[in-house]
């Protein structure tokens, strides 16, 4: 008789605990209330509590980066790769729809960052109609297709513009309202305009560049016209993908022109950036800093720039993507973020080896339901093709016709980048 009741009160207690744990574990112990992970079904706290680091407010908060900025859980690292895929091939995250009901679905977003958009005077007379106006329709037509496949599309608009008709190459690049214009038909959604060209124009550029953006819809961060700009957009919080994205913005230096009075632009201090970057991860789910940096031409990143990289990760970077040596460098990824060094030149007139085309970044983030997220990333070669500076993605590009000394130069371009990925011989 003894023995029946101590069955039954076994047997009592594993019905309790199988009612109080969740339907779903995802493959993983079940998560606890106390610190250490987040019940997925039971949303009491909110992600801009978690990610300002605020536990003791609310218990069982699951953290994804420890205080030195490493990753908290058993992650594989994300296997980069050179994408050749086609538009819609995107780098798969582990956990991607991995869910299984009743829990809640991870949440995707697309990434897709391009390089330098210059525009040195060739650029300009290529794209002048019969009639005055300028054209550059067909310069993105090639990679279009790779925005539609993405959520969110980021460029580094290295120009400023003008509506006066005084355009201008190097050094202090003004170019026409239709470069905007062709950029927001191709699907660009957001410029980062922090860079050493973006005083350029003076006071009258940064107007007439950041009213233009405004008027066709394209959001842009890192120059603001006023302090009240600054405050009301910076970061800039974009959703996509039900995923909440932080995008901050900075350069290293304007060229030596004064930045205009009231004008703010965000310069390279890491006080200022990490107390940004704890704004941020409150207020978003994946934090990204747009970084203008390093040395021009050269294709490894120097020192300083490793160690800037390291304090954005560990002050709660998630991805950092890099512009300003006009060439590709190497990039490295896990499972809990990456760093493009420099993505090289999206469209240019430089025609010089290593100059003459880019990668555009793509990266999967998901969100779990546990707050935690995941990242994969991969990268597309674009080289750019004259005599219209069509940017070709490869290896889409083969099957361009092209002249001989064309596809010499466009094989050189992408023999070049394929060892920069791959971690090859390409010093």
Not at 148 to 176: H, I, Q, W
Not at 183 to 208: E, S
Not at 387 to 411: K, N
Request: aromatic share 8%.
């Amino acid at each position: 008789m003894r023995r029946f009741r101590r069955l039954r009160t076994m047997a009592a207690a594993a019905c309790c605990a199988a009612w109080m744990l969740p339907a779903c574990t995802d493959g993983a112990p079940p998560p606890h209330t106390t610190a250490g992970a987040r019940a997925p079904h039971l949303p009491v706290c909110s992600l801009s509590a978690e990610r300002s680091g605020r536990a003791a407010e609310c218990p069982g908060l699951f953290r994804p980066f420890a205080a030195d900025g490493a990753a908290v859980g058993p992650f594989r690292p994300a296997q980069p790769r050179e994408g050749a895929g086609a538009p819609g091939e995107w780098p798969r995250c582990i956990g991607e729809g991995d869910a299984r009901p009743p829990c809640l679905p991870p949440r995707t977003a697309r990434l897709l960052f391009a390089g330098d958009v210059m525009q040195h005077l060739p650029q300009v007379f290529a794209a002048r109609r019969a009639d005055g106006t300028h054209d550059y329709t067909s310069v993105f037509e090639g990679v279009a297709p790779y925005f539609a496949a993405a959520d969110l599309v980021a460029v580094n608009l290295e120009t400023t513009l003008t509506a006066s008709g005084d355009y201008a190459g190097y050094p202090c690049f003004r170019s026409p309202l239709s470069l905007a214009a062709a950029l927001g038909a191709a699907g660009v959604d957001v410029c980062a305009l922090a860079n050493n060209h973006c005083c350029d124009g003076g006071a009258q550029g940064i107007r007439t560049t950041l009213a233009e953006l405004d008027r066709l819809g394209i959001r842009h961060t890192g120059v603001f016209a006023d302090s009240l700009s600054l405050r009301r957009d910076h970061p800039l919080i974009l959703t996509a993908g039900g995923i909440r994205f932080a995008l901050l913005n900075y350069t290293y230096s304007t060229n030596g022109i004064p930045v205009p009075p009231g004008v703010a632009v965000r310069m390279i201090d890491t006080a200022v950036m990490r107390r940004d970057l704890a704004s941020a991860r409150a207020a978003a789910d994946c934090t990204v800093v747009l970084i203008h940096w390093g040395d021009e031409y050269r294709r490894q990143p120097s020192q300083a720039q490793r160690r800037l990289a390291a304090f954005l990760r560990r002050s709660g970077a998630d991805l950092v993507v890099g512009s300003h040596p006009h060439v590709v460098q190497p990039y490295a990824a896990d499972s809990t973020g990456a760093v493009f060094y420099s993505l090289g030149n999206f469209v240019s007139n430089q025609r010089r080896r290593y100059c003459d085309g880019g990668i555009m970044a793509r990266a999967t983030v998901v969100l779990r339901p546990d707050g935690s997220l995941r990242v994969a990333v991969d990268a597309v070669p674009v080289w750019v093709m004259l005599p219209d500076y069509r940017i070709l993605p490869l290896p889409a590009a083969d099957t361009v016709p092209m002249t001989r000394a064309e596809r010499l130069q466009y094989a050189r371009f992408a023999e070049d980048t394929r060892f920069i990925l791959n971690a090859g011989p390409y010093k």
